[in-house]
């Protein structure tokens, strides 16, 4: 399996602010997606990060909030922009080739004051 | 959209005591994927099943796919403290690579 890092591992961050998170991969990977966890809760998708196009949003995740880029096949960054206290999460990116398994990063733990 | 449910979402048991955790949908999966994750960490795989009626085993963990790929269980023999975590199914459809997640199971293991 592949070897997943993520930048930062944790942020406190104040309301109205932004922070980009970087994930790294260590081996070319078809598909890359993006993932938040709320407190107690289960995955839920934010994007699927396509390299050299726009990412693919599920429904009620904008790219306005959540600008996703992939410049190539090992590399992807998630921006939460204009943060408020509600967007306090894991955010995990994972990484598949095509039909294969999921695997996933270590989290950034995002706490929005 | 594909739903799946995942029961118990809580269980708490003593070292020693056998469970199972189980994943239900009305959607068919083209596979599905059991996840652990600890407190702190990202949800690491266990396993993947892909054929109807297939069993794993690791260790003392044994995985089912329904034969109709629309269910799967996780049973878990003398569990340790070690087991303690967030158990999680994901069903894959079709050519949909995108996975939907079960809403986790947290276990913990009492000594």
Request: aromatic share 10%.
């Amino acid at each position: 399996s592949a070897v997943i890092s993520q930048k930062p591992s944790r942020d406190i961050c104040q309301r109205g602010t932004s922070l980009t998170i970087q994930c790294q991969v260590d081996s070319q990977v078809t598909m890359m997606f993006w993932y938040r966890q709320q407190p107690g809760q289960s995955l839920t998708l934010i994007a699927t990060a396509n390299q050299g196009s726009e990412a693919t949003y599920e429904s009620g995740f904008v790219i306005d909030k959540f600008p996703i880029s992939r410049p190539n096949l090992t590399f992807s960054t998630l921006t939460v922009s204009n943060m408020s206290p509600e967007d306090s999460s894991i955010y995990l990116c994972s990484v598949a080739n095509l039909f294969e398994t999921q695997y996933f990063g270590p989290g950034t733990r995002l706490l929005v004051l | 959209t594909q739903l799946l449910e995942q029961s118990p979402q809580f269980l708490s048991i003593q070292e020693g005591e056998n469970l199972t955790v189980y994943c239900n949908s009305s959607s068919v999966f083209s596979s599905l994927q059991w996840y652990r994750q600890e407190p702190g960490e990202g949800p690491v795989l266990l396993v993947t099943v892909v054929t109807g009626g297939e069993v794993k085993k690791l260790k003392r963990l044994t995985f089912q796919f329904g034969d109709a790929r629309k269910d799967s269980s996780l049973h878990i023999t003398a569990a340790q403290p070690g087991d303690t975590g967030l158990y999680l199914c994901a069903g894959a459809g079709g050519s949909n690579y995108k996975l939907t997640f079960g809403k986790g199971t947290l276990l913990t293991v009492n000594p």
